[in-house]
């Protein structure tokens, strides 16, 4: 069976405590997609607070990068406002698993009770995306508002908030393009998109949720950085989050951006996504 990250890196603290430990450290924490520049700062870190606090027991100084990867880990708790309007904009590149992401928190919001949830197909260009989006709104028992192949992604959010709104509170969940090839033509629409969603949710009750394949790593992070710029990104929700992921990426993006992660999604099927949990994350991430 394959080793998980966790038991690898844990399997480092069996090692003498001296320079090369701090070195071989890094490189793990490299190994699992927290950036080198990161990874250097924590280790650097790590040795100085050993060094002063004369640390050398290895469960303490695992304890010790516990505390200091927390810092930068972000949670959030993220749930709509049941008396009110609010739109979630759906961000993220295509393959990340944006689609699914949608339909897997338009299942579990409706499990929770909340009926009046509306699904806008406003990934326009793939054609794919608009099918996609409708067989999950029947397997989900979910309203899906869509237009044409091409049409305006705008117009789409508008005519989802109006089909919720007649219908009392609610939650709109729209699923954008995430074409980074073509970034200015990307960056003109979600920010016309960003515009409509903006005036069409109650106040404070519009979110942009970018979805992010923890499996990709620093890929993961440049894209959350461009997202960011092009529209403000409130919280993320990282999909393919299991076992194999090393899922280090959520320490990068919490230091270097400052996000915070509302959801882990952890399999195929629409049950598995939970809210994020920073602590067990990082002790899955360290094999604790």
């Known amino acids: 069976m394959k080793k998980s990250f966790g038991e690898k890196f844990k399997s480092l603290f069996s090692k003498k405590i001296d320079e090369e430990f701090f070195e071989n450290l890094t490189d793990m924490l490299v190994e ?4 080198a520049k990161t990874a250097f700062l924590l280790a650097d870190e790590l040795e100085q607070i050993c060094r002063k606090e004369k640390i050398d027991d290895q469960n303490q100084i695992l304890l010790k990068l516990k505390e200091l990867l927390l810092q930068h880990v972000k949670q959030i708790e993220l749930k709509p406002d049941l008396s009110k309007i609010n739109v979630w904009m759906m961000l993220g590149v295509n393959g990340v698993g944006k689609t699914t992401s949608v339909a897997k928190l338009a299942n579990m919001f409706r499990n929770q009770g909340l009926e009046n949830i509306v699904m806008a197909s406003a990934d326009t260009f793939r054609a794919a995306a608009i099918e996609q989006l409708a067989m999950h709104g029947e397997k989900v028992g979910v309203r899906v508002v869509s ?13 989802a908030a109006e089909a919720l709104k007649s219908k009392g509170p609610g939650l709109v969940l729209a699923d954008t393009a995430g074409r980074l090839h073509n970034k200015e033509n990307l960056v003109r629409e979600l920010q016309k998109i960003d515009r409509t969603c903006a005036t069409k949710a109650d106040e404070g009750c519009y979110k942009k949720i970018i979805v992010i394949d923890a499996t990709t790593g620093q890929n993961a992070l440049r894209q959350a950085e461009v997202f960011n710029e092009a529209v403000g990104v409130d919280a993320i929700i990282m ?25 882990v999604c952890t ?11 920073a602590e067990k994350y990082i002790d899955e991430f360290l094999g604790l």
Do not use: M, R, W
């Open 32 to 35: 699992g997609d927290v950036g």
């Open 147 to 159: 237009h044409q192949h091409g049409s305006d992604p705008s117009a789409v959010v508008y005519d």
């Open 239 to 263: 999909t393919k989050y299991d076992s194999t992921a090393k899922g280090g990426v959520a320490v990068s993006i919490g230091k270097e951006l400052g996000l915070p992660v509302a959801y």
């Open 267 to 277: 399999g195929e099927k629409y049950e598995n996504i939970e809210p994020f949990d």
